[in-house]
């Protein structure tokens, strides 16, 4: 395998010196994606979530974004990588010491956490690297609340070709489009379900409400 291989993989589940690499530039490369996820679910919903469920959390930028957006909530971050989480936790310090966050290590596709517990779940770039996305939609209903809210955030639509390439050379990614995701959300228990298309780049928003 090449090096530049061996380094996109990491985005996967960083580990190592490379998985160190990729995650100092994970906060800084998806801030404008996050940015404009993130815009929607203030211009779609007005929440004041209590408790949020930050997934495949990476660097813990949009941890911290969540908790400065909604300061009165907690929040739970998880990711599967032991690096991504010891980053996090790092990144968010002050907010742990505060007991407002809690960051830990877990799979998606089990997640260990008390049923009907959120009122968010989020999850930024991660959903390519799923093992399954309705069964790893149906753990995330689980832990949500009724009425709680989903969002996921991709810079790929599942057709751009720039992700569809990243997705030949990265093992176990997959790109869908948002009537992929709208379809798996669905079978996975979520009822309303809105995508929203950035105007000039391959970006996506999914809400879905359980
Ligand atoms: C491309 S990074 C994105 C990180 C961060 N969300 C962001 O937007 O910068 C994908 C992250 O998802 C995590 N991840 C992938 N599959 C996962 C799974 N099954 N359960 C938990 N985390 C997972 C990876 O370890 C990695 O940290």
């Known amino acids: 395998m090449s090096i530049y291989r061996k380094y996109i ?3 996967r589940k960083p580990q190592g010196f490379l998985g160190k690499m990729i995650i100092r530039r994970m906060n800084s490369e998806h801030a404008k994606l996050s940015e404009w996820g993130l815009e929607h679910l203030v211009r779609l919903e007005r929440i004041a979530p209590g408790e949020i469920l930050e997934i495949g959390c990476g660097g813990g930028m949009n941890a911290g974004t969540l908790m400065k957006m909604y300061p009165s ?6 990711d599967y990588s032991e690096l991504s989480v010891r980053k996090a936790a790092a990144y968010n310090k002050e907010m742990i010491a505060s007991g407002r966050c809690e960051i830990r ?3 998606v596709s089990t997640l260990d956490l008390p049923e009907e517990k959120f009122d968010l779940a989020t999850a930024f770039e991660t959903i ?3 093992p399954g996305l309705e069964k790893c939609f149906s753990e995330v209903a689980k832990v949500l ?5 989903f969002m996921i955030v991709n810079e790929s639509d599942g057709m751009d070709e720039e992700s569809l ?6 093992d176990g990614m ?4 948002p009537e992929a995701i709208e379809t798996a959300l669905k079978s996975a228990g979520f009822t309303k379900v809105r ?4 105007r000039s780049m391959p970006w996506i928003t999914v809400l879905a409400r359980k």
Request: aromatic share 18%; charged share 15%.
């Open 128 to 130: 390519y690297f799923w």
């Open 105 to 107: 290590q877990g799979d």
């Open 195 to 198: 995508c929203s298309h950035h």
């Open 73 to 78: 909530a907690k929040l739970t971050a998880i």
């Open 165 to 170: 390439n990243y997705a030949k050379i990265i």
């Open 9 to 11: 993989n990491q985005t």
């Open 145 to 149: 609340k009724p009425g709680g809210f």
């Open 174 to 177: 997959r790109c869908y489009t």
